[in-house]
Every structure is written in structure tokens, then in C-alpha cells.
């Protein structure tokens, strides 16, 4: 499934779906530019991707991840070898391969639009959320309906409640939200319907918060022994052979 559409400001919009992991990879293009980015791209849509800003004309500049995931193995550096993108993470992503790491309050530029970046750990210790004006692609901090798990991957519920009650939900209510996941098919949320809506934020405290997620108990993600060390080569998913001491 995707979805595309321009918005007032000049930008195409698409919402990419992998029904394997149920992870929704997002593409904008700066229309006058013919720039574009790709957020949380996955291995197996790389062709479909690369299709796609071919055929329309745009030339894709960066391929951004929110966070180290465990579900699915990266598309970023498939892309950047097909199409010399740069990969973007935020700056405490253990991925060295990534060209850029950005700390929370910069920017990533692309054409006439930016993306704010902002720092919002506990699902993982590297995860990072990306604010436009009137959008923000939150990876896995905020799911619609849900929040990311904590219990792997340095998460922690404390950092959690704090990126969701003191971060994320201080955004405008009218503030679009595009997650990394959703599995019953829903396509986008806002702040202000997650705020009344979703159970996980009807909490009153930090420890409320980390009691819940706590009495989750959920196996951990079928591909976690795979996806990780892979995507810590930026979707490499085995080890360069070393000629020097392979050879
Ligand atoms: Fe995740």
C-alpha cells in the first residue's frame, strides 16, 4: 500500500507500506528542487523506492533512519550505494557507516523543507523523531494507539514517559503523526487524537508508565538476531570479508 500527496507547501508526500514487518517507510520531495528523503526505509522496498523518485524526476538526497531497528533490516545503505544519497541518524546511533549524525535541535535540509530533529529515547537509547510544521514521524516513541516497547535495546521506560509527556505531546494538537509501525493499517494519527485516545498516555506519572510497560511481556521481534548487528552496518547483513586476515 502507498499513499502520495502534494501539500500546500510544495512537497510529495508519500507513505510506503512492508507487510513483513508492517513498517511504514516515508518519501518527501521538494517539487521545485526535485530533492528528496526517505525516512526508515526498508531493505526489500529499496527497488520500489529508487522506482519510484526515478520515474518523477527527484533525486533522493538523504535516507534517514529514527532509530537502530530490530524488526526489519535498513534500506539506507542499499540506497546510498544505488543512488549516492547520504545516510542520517541521530547522534547516538552506534552505526558507524552513517554520514550524518544529528543531535537533537539540527536540521536536515531537503530543497525548501527541513526536519527538526528531536531526541526521544526509551524505546531505544538512539531513537530520534522528526518535526515538520505541520507533521512528525516518530519511529517508534509514539505509535497510534501505542508506544514503542522498552524492554530491549538500552530502552527505558522512565526516558519514554519523559520524550512522550515532555517532548512529543508539547507538539501543536493539529500536529500530524506518522509512525514507524502500525499493524491493524492505520495510516497517520495527531498529537491531540493520541493524547485523548491512546491507553498508553492515560497514565499519571513516570511509574505509572514503566508499571505498564512492564506487564507488557512480548516476545522479542522474530528478525531482532539478524536486524540489529545488520543494522549496524547500515543494512549490511554480514561482515565485509577482511582480504587482510580472510585471505
Ligand atoms: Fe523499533
Redesign the pocket.
Known amino acids: 500500500m502507498t499513499r502520495s500527496r502534494s501539500t500546500s507547501f510544495h512537497m510529495i508526500f508519500r507513505q510506503f507500506f512492508d507487510p513483513l514487518s508492517c513498517t511504514y517507510t516515508y518519501l518527501l520531495g521538494d517539487e521545485p528542487g526535485r530533492e528528496a528523503c526517505l525516512i526508515d526505509p526498508v531493505l526489500e522496498g529499496v527497488d520500489e523506492y529508487a522506482r519510484w523518485i526515478h520515474e518523477q524526476g527527484f533525486r533522493l538526497v538523504y535516507a534517514a533512519d529514527?532509530?537502530?531497528?530490530?524488526?526489519h533490516i535498513t534500506g539506507m545503505g542499499r540506497l546510498r550505494e544505488m543512488t549516492a544519497c547520504r545516510t542520517a541518524m541521530g547522534e547516538k546511533s552506534p552505526a558507524e557507516c552513517v554520514d550524518v549524525k544529528l543531535a537533537e535541535g539540527e536540521s536536515l535540509s531537503i530543497g525548501s523543507f527541513f526536519l527538526k530533529v528531536l531526541y526521544t529515547p526509551g524505546?531505544?537509547d538512539d531513537?530520534y523523531s522528526f518535526v515538520m510544521a505541520d507533521r512528525v514521524f516518530t519511529?517508534?516513541a509514539l505509535l497510534i494507539r501505542g508506544t514503542?516497547?522498552t524492554d530491549f535495546?538500552n530502552g527505558d521506560p522512565y526516558q519514554a514517559y519523559d520524550s512522550l509527556f515532555h517532548k512529543l505531546l508539547h507538539l501543536p494538537e493539529s500536529t500530524a503523526v506518522y509512525p514507524?509501525?502500525d499493524y491493524q493499517g492505520r495510516t497517520r494519527s495527531t498529537i491531540g487524537t493520541e493524547k485523548r485516545l491512546n491507553p498508553r498516555l492515560q497514565v499519571r506519572s513516570a511509574e505509572e508508565y514503566a508499571a505498564l510497560m512492564a506487564s507488557l511481556r512480548l516476545p522479542d521481534?522474530r528478525l531482532m538476531d539478524i536486524a540489529v548487528p545488520a543494522n549496524r552496518r547500515c543494512g549490511q547483513t554480514a561482515p565485509k570479508a577482511d582480504p587482510e586476515r580472510d585471505g
Do not use: C, F
Not at 66 to 71: N, P, R, V
Open positions: 529514527t532509530h537502530t531497528h530490530a524488526d524505546h531505544t531513537s519511529g517508534d514503542g516497547r535495546q514507524a509501525h521481534p
